[in-house]
């Protein structure tokens, strides 16, 4: 089941479990539309896959599955993530 953590780990802006801004990879880092697609071109600069939407849960489920209020805030290295971001922008996420 996913954490829907509650902010960007690179800016710390708020996504609440409501929030159409919110975008993760595979091992859900979690970003901001903005962090996710302008600043990391759409490349997880943790695991090199790709983003998506991060869904919505339900209202009715909030109570019995609430989303992670544990904010994880590591804002990434831009040199080291622009690396990662040329060496695999142009690659398809299924041959990563």
Same mark, same amino acid.
């Given at each position: 089941?996913?954490?829907?953590?509650?902010?960007?780990? *690179?800016?710390? !802006?708020?996504?609440? %479990?409501?929030?159409?801004? $919110?975008?993760?990879?595979?091992?859900?880092?979690?970003?901001?539309?903005?962090? $996710?697609?302008?600043?990391?071109? %759409?490349?997880? @600069?943790?695991? $090199?896959?790709?983003?998506?939407?991060?869904?919505?849960?339900?209202?009715?489920?909030?109570?019995?599955?609430? @989303?992670?209020?544990?904010?994880?805030? !590591?804002?990434?290295?831009?040199?080291? $993530? !622009?690396?990662?971001?040329?060496?695999?922008?142009?690659? *398809?996420?299924? !041959?990563?």
């Amino acid at each position: 089941m996913l954490e829907i953590r509650p902010s960007c780990e *690179h800016c710390n !802006k708020d996504l609440p %479990n409501t929030s159409t801004e $919110a975008m993760i990879c595979s091992f859900e880092c979690t970003y901001c539309k903005t962090c $996710a697609l302008e600043i990391f071109e %759409n490349v997880c @600069p943790s695991c $090199a896959g790709n983003f998506v939407e991060r869904p919505i849960r339900p209202s009715k489920m909030i109570e019995k599955y609430p @989303p992670s209020t544990t904010r994880i805030f !590591k804002p990434k290295d831009l040199e080291k $993530a !622009k690396l990662l971001i040329e060496k695999n922008q142009n690659i *398809h996420p299924s !041959k990563r």
